[in-house]
């Protein structure tokens, strides 16, 4: 359950879910502009996208992280995570259509709304799960170290390893060439990277030390900013060590 509700990026998720509303609400598709007001769309689309949006962000969170869809693309999982979410999410659209415009769609139309919450579910979850920066040319000309780690990935892959994250019983590395799922102890994968200087962050999550760049707080959490524009959890255990390193790169610098 942490997993999946630990490490919201509530900026992104805020912008997405009232963008959605303020478009929905002004536009009134499906036949809502003719149907309600104002306020009453606002309402309805109020419920609509904050059911069918929780229904989406628990199975694309479960389909990003599960180590079942391991050997998937990014793309596919969130097409399958958002198919999965329909099911329930076209039960909540189909009871808010009762409640505000009754009477209750028949069986015969529940196909073609789970597709059309698939369809915007799916494009929706490429908009906020799916990372469209372009990144500058990494100005590090330092050779990749290859460490026993890397014997274990599935690409056989000598891409650099940037960091590492607990999942369950795995360990998810996320390396210059995209991520991959390890079966170990934590303890173990980091004994397996050595080599390179890297960093704990919290119990659950490592990085290499030439790809911290920052670190920033949000309320009381403090978070660590990678070079390749992710933030990971910094616990207070490992939060002195984080900073003297950003330090002492400063001073050298």
């Known amino acids: 359950m942490r997993q999946i509700f630990g490490d919201i990026g509530w900026e992104k998720k805020l912008l997405v879910f009232f963008g959605a509303l303020i478009v929905l609400t002004l536009l009134g598709p499906f036949g809502t502009y003719a149907d309600l007001d104002f306020w009453s769309r606002f309402v309805f689309w109020v419920m609509i996208v904050g059911g069918v949006g929780f229904c989406m962000h628990v199975t694309m969170t479960v389909g990003l992280k599960t180590p079942l869809l391991g050997r998937m693309s990014k793309t596919f999982r969130l097409l399958i995570s958002a198919a999965l979410g329909a099911l329930p999410g076209a039960a909540i659209v189909v009871f808010v259509n009762a409640v505000f415009r009754p009477p209750l769609v028949s069986a015969d139309g529940m196909p073609v709304i789970w597709l059309q919450v698939t369809v915007i579910g799916f494009i929706i979850g490429v908009v906020e799960y799916m990372d469209w920066r372009v990144l500058p040319p990494a100005e590090d000309a330092t050779p990749v170290v290859r460490t026993k780690l890397h014997d274990r990935f599935r690409s056989t892959t000598t891409a650099d390893i940037i960091s590492m994250s607990m999942q369950d019983h795995y360990v998810e590395v996320t390396t210059s060439a995209g991520k991959e799922l390890v079966l170990s102890r934590f303890a173990d994968a980091i004994d397996e990277v050595k080599g390179v200087n890297g960093l704990r962050l919290h119990r659950s999550h490592w990085i290499a030390e030439k790809h911290l760049v920052d670190t ?30 950003i330090e002492a790169r400063t001073i050298t610098s």
């Open 216 to 245: 920033k707080r949000r309320g009381n959490r403090a978070f660590a900013k990678l070079s390749d524009g992710r933030e990971l959890p910094v616990s207070d255990t490992y939060l002195k060590a984080v900073e003297a390193t």
